[in-house]
């Protein structure tokens, strides 16, 4: 049952390009995106002012990669909102947006009672959800089914993939028929779309060098997760998988607030990882780093094929393939579930059912 892996989560996280190459081909047919599955229309598309996002754990996760690619796309608003907040905060909703709710078991309480409340208000729906006939499912307006399979892993890592490219896929969508980018720009993205399970593939075939560093950072006590944009998404999936499954003490935090009070824990040896795959944001998140290191921490950087001035600058560097820059977040959190993975295995844990953990939170 775990296909020759020793735990599901090994297994599932190398189903991860499938589970993105399957949901991919469910929207893209012929060279565009057809969003008939999901029944919303062109109409509703070009209407929208507003999107929310709301979700909890690593699908709110996804929600915060997800509003980078939106906003930068497709031209329109996104707010993010863990759905145990949302669901209590009164606060004013555009009539015009479309909530988009994620969720892999289409169970969890909080996210479905925020799906309730969007709906009460008269506010458009959608569920971007994993197991077909769950709640969050019945009830949403609009249903994009991630096509994951069935997860065992108490940690996800395929339905958050899956999730991620379900958002690609409308940011590119809603770009085009908002007339926010050109044919040959949807095109471009189609296709680099469309190259991601092949170098998903290629990232996991690097494992040997995450395993060998999990053994020797087994120990650590707290590690520090940086990036901007996208890559300070990256760094909040990184840092739930460290700490979940290998009870690590570890934060993630937008590169540029470290000096805004978290780095008086940075001591000698303490273990800062970065993410640098946004092109723009490379030297600012690289000096941020820095001066983590000039107080003593060791360093690990994370970016793509090409950038090899990294090496002069870390400790301990990882390389992924390179895609538009909107989604090679699907790249970069692989090495860091790789790593969570290995040091929870190093640590002899209980890797697919860590302690305190259900695999749906249907309790508030
Ligand atoms: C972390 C994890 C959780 C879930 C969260 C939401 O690895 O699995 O954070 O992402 O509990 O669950 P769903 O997606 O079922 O709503």
């Known amino acids: 049952e775990k296909g020759g892996f020793e735990h599901f989560m090994m297994k599932e996280i190398h189903e991860q390009p499938k589970a993105v ?40 996760h996804v929600g915060m990669a997800a509003q980078y690619v939106l906003e930068d796309i497709a031209d329109i608003p996104v707010r993010v909102e863990l759905a145990s907040e949302f669901r209590y905060r009164k606060m004013p909703l555009n009539q015009k947006a479309l909530v988009i709710v994620v969720s892999q078991s289409g169970e969890t309480a909080d996210t479905l009672a925020a799906l309730r409340l969007a709906k009460e208000k008269g506010i458009t729906t959608m569920a971007i959800v994993n197991v ?24 996800t890592t395929k339905a958050y993939s899956a999730q991620l490219a379900a958002m690609y896929c409308l940011a590119v969508q809603f770009a085009k028929v908002r007339e926010k980018i050109t044919e040959e720009q949807y095109s471009y993205y189609l296709y680099e779309l469309l190259t991601l399970p092949e170098k998903m593939q290629k990232t996991l075939e690097d494992k040997e060098r995450i395993q060998w560093f999990a053994a020797k950072y087994a120990n650590a006590q707290d590690v520090f997760f940086v990036g901007r944009g996208i890559d300070y998404a990256v760094c909040l999936e990184g840092s739930l998988k460290l700490k979940e499954i290998s ?51 060791y360093l690990m950087g994370l970016t793509t ?6 090496e002069d600058q870390v400790n301990f560097t990882v390389y992924v393939p390179k895609v538009d820059e909107h989604f090679v977040g699907s790249l970069a959190v692989i090495p860091l579930q790789l790593l969570g993975y290995y040091v929870s295995v190093a640590k002899g844990l209980d890797v697919d059912k860590p302690r305190n953990l259900a695999k749906s939170v249907t309790v508030e």
């Not at 469910?26 to 565009?32: E, Q, R």
């Not at 000698?268 to 983590?292: D, F, R, W």
């Not at 094929?305 to 990294?310: L, T």
């Open 21 to 60: 190459q399957d949901t991919l081909n469910s929207v893209i047919k012929n060279g565009a995106i057809d969003l008939s599955s999901v029944e919303i229309t062109e109409d509703e598309i070009k209407n929208f002012e507003q999107i929310y996002i709301v979700a909890c754990g690593s699908a709110w």
């Open 132 to 155: 077909v006939g769950s709640s969050i499912a019945r009830e949403a307006d609009k249903v994009f089914y991630t096509l994951a399979g069935p997860e065992i892993s108490v940690a």
């Open 247 to 297: 009870y690590i003490h570890s934060e993630a935090y937008a590169a540029g607030e470290l000096k805004h009070g978290t780095i008086s824990l940075i001591e000698q040896g303490t273990l800062v990882i970065g993410v640098l795959t946004q092109s723009e944001l490379y030297e600012k998140t690289i000096s941020n780093m820095l001066e983590c290191k000039s107080r003593g921490a």
């Open 305 to 310: 094929y090409g950038k090899y001035e990294i």
